[in-house]
T-cell receptor, first 109, second 118 residues
């Protein structure tokens, strides 16, 4: 079966760094996405990785290891507005998006 | 770029009525649009994949006669919830795929439609 695992909830402090992990087991792999979703809103695109390595985009970075079926989203200099759910999604061999359940990130002052 | 709109953003209706939700890609042409449903504190659930000019492909367990999808043009897809019941109350989100099949592809989401059936 196809499976994406990420922690249900994480808590971090404003100004700190947090890493949200995602592991996946899918039939084929054509890329991994990270989306941010604030409560009551639709997801917004954060990053896309298809090759191994780190992609940096401002305060957010995303890492991928295809051999390990593993990715993480790194958020630096946390701000209160970063409190949201972070969704990991993988495109399988049929280019279908398989979604993780999301990680709720709580930022404390 | 890659803006997707949805209308309405909120709808409250009586049980038994039908509700139509529109999804538009504002600054690009989307050959493929997706409809999702999300219940509170749960992840997105794909309902169907909508391809312009052809019938939608529904996920297992989604009633195609209840959730009618029409993708009449490259910028518009509609979802009609027929004979809505309270259990259909949910957050409905559409997305449009940008990019070429087999390469870089990203789904951009509309703002969502919150449906409450009384």
């Amino acid at each position: 079966g196809q499976n994406i695992d990420q922690p249900t909830e994480m808590t971090a402090t404003e100004g700190a760094i947090v890493q949200i992990n995602c592991t996946y087991q899918t039939s084929g792999f054509n890329g991994l996405f990270w989306y941010q979703q604030h409560a009551g809103e639709a997801p917004t695109f954060l990053s896309y990785n298809v090759l191994d390595g780190l992609e940096e985009k401002g305060r957010f970075s995303s890492f991928l290891s295809r051999s390990k079926g593993y990715s993480y989203l790194l958020l630096k200099e946390l701000q209160m507005k970063d409190s949201a759910s972070y969704l990991c999604a993988v495109t399988d061999s049929n280019y279908q998006l398989i979604w993780g359940a999301g990680t709720k990130l709580i930022i404390k002052p | 770029g890659a803006v997707v709109s949805q209308h309405p953003s909120w709808v409250i209706c009586k049980s038994g009525t039908s509700v139509k939700i529109e999804c538009r890609s504002l600054d690009f042409q989307a050959t493929t649009m997706f409809w999702y449903r999300q219940f509170p504190k749960q992840s997105l659930m794909l309902m169907a994949t909508s391809n312009e000019g052809s019938k939608a492909t529904y996920e297992q367990g989604v009633e195609k006669d209840k959730f009618l999808i029409n993708h009449a043009s490259l910028t518009l897809s509609t979802l009609t919830v027929t004979s809505a019941h309270p259990e259909d109350s949910s957050f409905y989100i559409c997305s449009a795929r940008v990019g070429t099949s087999g390469g870089w592809e990203t789904q951009y989401f509309g703002p969502g439609t919150r449906l409450l059936v009384l």
